[in-house]
């Protein structure tokens, strides 16, 4: 290949770079304008190798971008990722030199779409159920046969006609009251909550109000949203009034089902749990009828053979008179021959307990006490002289010890004790030299000398001759 002249100056005037140096260059320079961002996207081609590092591809409908999250940031994460999770990411723009890969580099990541919503219903229902915010004895009994029930709903939606329409079917009697409401969006909790406050204070139109009914149709997860709400949940659990929850179809769970105090699946439901059905109460009143009448005539007939047995029983009050007059005598001589009795056993009991008295006489042990007392005083008496004694002994035979081995009687034998000036006993030439100043301790008083000369014993001036001639040999 032929280069021009031209080509030749271009190269030359430019910094050629390696590879790695190039990919180091642009990992800089992406880290550095993209030091932080957000994207969200869908979760495909992920690996979660032993490492415990995170490897993912996060696209959309037009585009994707290889990521990576690395374990001392993924534990974090509160929820496993898949594929085909669409989740929100924030992290920062970086390229792997080694590939020349452009990527991010994951530091946090949240779901987004119903796996937000879902993780939040769960957060949010355990954290009630350690509360006890779901325990049975926190749930009202259902009134048997609700006079006026309240309906917290949508004023125009499925659910209050299919409740209206099952009421009417079943017993008409049963008065219904709309408390109308959102059931769908920001306001619908807060719209919930004032309604079941409402309802509990019983005054105007909800003063006669049994129990509540709180719902509305099926719908997303999203849909059914305000009835997740934590708020809502406390207010239900707090309301006076017994409240069936009636959110969505059987399969919608929400936390107002949690905390109510019965669950039903449907609104059709709610209101056939409130509500008996009317041909059923109406049997139901034939057999109470039928058992009351005969129950009435089996009455009627045994006071009758009641009556007639009184009659035969019925005697002429002046024999009552009588008998009553000699039971009484009868219960006069019973209480005279108890009071009798009892006189006797209480004066037998204090007879014993007059010669108790007598043999555990406080004089008695008074005498045994002062002789013991007198007994002890001389043994005491006895056994300190007989320990003064010894301790005399001991004490003479100590100070005759002391005395022996006493340095003074030595001095006073004619020896001596001599002093360094630092007060160190002196016991060898070689501890002084002269000009040093010494002291003398004699029997009586003390002598300070200023060393003149020191010598070495007889012994070791021989011994020193000795090894001298021995060296010169």
């Known amino acids: 290949m032929m280069m021009t002249m031209t080509d030749q100056g271009y190269m030359n005037s430019e910094t050629i770079l390696s590879v790695s140096d190039l990919n180091r260059d642009v990992r800089y320079l992406l880290e550095d304008n993209f030091p932080c961002v957000l994207v969200e ?71 987004r779409g119903d796996g937000a919503l879902l993780r939040a219903f769960e957060q949010l229902k355990e954290k009630l159920f350690r509360e006890g915010l779901f325990a049975d004895s926190l749930k009202k009994p259902l009134p048997d046969l609700p006079q ?37 969006g920001k306001t619908a909790a807060a719209e919930m909550i004032n309604a079941i406050t409402l309802a509990n204070r019983k005054q105007g139109c909800f ?65 056939e749990i409130l509500s008996p059905d009317q041909e059923e109460f109406k049997l139901m009143f034939d057999a109470y009828s ?11 007939k045994q006071k009758r053979q009641t009556l007639l047995w009184l009659r035969k029983q019925l005697k002429h009050p002046g024999r009552k008179l009588q008998e009553q007059s000699q039971r009484l005598d009868e219960t006069e001589a019973r209480l005279r021959r108890a009071f009798k009795n009892n006189l006797n056993e209480m004066k037998q009991k204090l007879s014993r307990l007059h010669l108790s008295i007598r043999a555990h006489s406080p004089r008695r042990l008074v005498k045994e006490y002062g002789q013991q007392n007198s007994q002890l005083a001389n043994r005491l008496g006895k056994a300190m002289q007989q320990f003064l004694y010894y301790k005399k002994s001991k004490l ?44 003398t301790r004699l029997s009586s008083g003390e002598i300070t000398s200023i060393v003149d000369k020191t010598e070495a014993p007889q012994q070791e001036k021989i011994s020193a001759v000795t090894n001298n001639r021995k060296a010169v040999e």
Not at 83 to 92: E, F, R, S
Not at 171 to 178: A, E, K, M, R, Y
Not at 211 to 233: H, P
């Open 41 to 111: 996207g869908e979760i495909s081609n992920i690996a979660l190798p032993a490492s415990g590092h995170w490897y993912l591809t996060l696209k959309d409908n037009s585009a994707q971008i290889r990521c990576a999250m690395f374990r001392n940031k993924n534990m974090r994460v509160r929820f496993r990722p898949t594929d085909g999770m669409q989740v929100l990411v924030k992290g920062k723009v970086s390229l792997y030199e080694g590939r020349g890969d452009f990527q991010l580099i994951l530091e946090q990541m949240e779901e």
């Open 290 to 300: 039928r058992q009351l009448a005969a129950s009435i005539l089996g009455t009627i």
């Open 148 to 184: 006026h029930i309240g309906v917290i709903t949508s004023p125009t939606g499925a659910a209050i006609k299919d409740i209206i329409s099952t009421l009417k079917r079943r017993f008409p009697g049963i008065d219904v009251t709309v408390i109308p409401v959102s059931v769908q």
């Open 207 to 271: 003063a006669d109000l049994d129990v509540l009914i709180i719902g509305r149709g099926g719908g997303s997860l999203e849909d059914l949203w305000s009835f997740n709400d934590e708020g809502l949940a406390r207010c239900i659990v707090e309301s006076q009034l017994p409240i069936v929850s009636a959110v969505g179809h059987e399969v919608d769970f929400t936390i107002a089902d949690f905390v109510a105090d019965v669950r039903a699946a449907t609104p059709t439901a709610a209101a």
């Open 396 to 439: 003479a035979e100590h100070s005759h010890a002391l005395s022996t081995i006493s340095p003074l009687n030595t001095l006073s034998r004619g020896y001596s004790i001599t002093y360094t000036a630092d007060n160190q006993v002196l016991s060898s030439y070689q501890s002084v030299k002269a000009g040093d100043t010494i002291r």
